[in-house]
């Protein structure tokens, strides 16, 4: 039992602490992922071709691009084309965790954009006509009619990008990020226990994992209950 890795002193509370930090990455990220992907979508069900071109643009470039080469970029590119003010206050308040959650959140919205997107286009279009008719504008038609309906259809394929997040986080290790895989690759380090690091590694995410698709199964009875 002593000669557990996670019994030697000071590596449970390290694998705490990158789980908190993996948590707050996920939870910042999912958030902010589906506000802008909801944006988005919205943005993009409107008759501007300019504006749909765009938006077109830009889910290509998140889904074609590797997620990791897009944390590159948002914290070794980014910031040399802000103001030096600018760059001083991302280094002063965890630059790492800014970079990598925004990056994250883009990454997603991309995805989760055109979930929406689908999910939009199961919602019958008289309902968008009656809106209109009782005097709503488009963007309340949008927030309180269609992208309510769309957020429901599109319930299952937005559980997949939740768990595709959740993993994805563990990309933020390669920028600095105190998350659980930078706390996992600390311990395998220090004591060339690679394969029980890795293993302790694996049973987080599974663990995580499953919870998040029980919630995710949850919500979606909820959903078909309401439905009826």
Known sequence: MEDL???RPGYFALLLHGLGITAKLFAVSWVAALVVASLLTAIRATSSKIAQGVIALFVEYHRNVPGL?????????????????WQRWINRNDGEFLMAAIALTLYAAAYMSEDLRSGLRSVSSGQSQAARSLGFTYTQTMRFILLPQALRNALPALVNQTLALFKATSLAMMIGVAELMHAVRQMENETYRTFEAFIVASICYLAISYLLIYAGSVASKRVAMSKR
Request: charged share 10%; proline share 10%.
């Open 5 to 7: 890795l996670l019994a």
């Open 69 to 85: 080469v897009q944390i590159f970029v948002w914290y070794f590119g980014v910031p040399q084309l802000l103001p030096r003010d």
